[in-house]
Nanobody, 123 residues
Framework: QVQLEESGGGSVQAGGSLRLSCVAP????????MGWLRQAPGKAREGVAT???????TYAESVKGRFTISRDNAKNILSLQMNSLESEDTAMYYC?????????????????RGQGTQVTVSS
């Protein structure tokens, strides 16, 4: 079974920054659209950001200008740099992969997903 392993979550005050990382098999990074999803208690899962094999990125409107997704194919790592964090960003964040469609991944439909890492932003 393919595993995606997230790290980097934690607690931070509003306005602060966190960087999430996800270790993924090289074949997945190469062949899938990769991204980050999140889910807050009582809310629907939502797509946060995606990146395809060519490096093209997409973002949810709520995080544009604050979050940056990137990938390091040599190290098999997907990252999410989160700046200017807001209390509304509090959620469990998941590394995810979707075959072929980054649009679907941004709509939170995935083929593979990690166990998640918690991000808590206090105001």
């Amino acid at each position: 079974q393919v595993q995606l392993e997230e790290s980097g979550g934690g607690s931070v005050q509003a306005g602060g920054s966190l960087r999430l990382s996800c270790v993924a098999p090289g074949s997945i990074l190469r062949d899938y659209c990769m991204g980050w999803l999140r889910q807050a208690p009582g809310k629907a899962r939502e797509g946060v950001a995606t990146i395809d094999g060519a490096g093209t990125t997409t973002y949810a409107e709520s995080v544009k200008g604050r979050f940056t997704i990137s990938r390091d194919n040599a190290k098999n790592i997907l990252s999410l740099q989160m700046n200017s964090l807001e209390s509304e960003d509090t959620a469990m964040y998941y590394c995810a992969a979707r075959l072929l469609s980054c649009d679907s991944l941004l709509r939170a439909t995935y083929n593979i997903r990690g166990q998640g890492t918690q991000v808590t932003v206090s105001s």
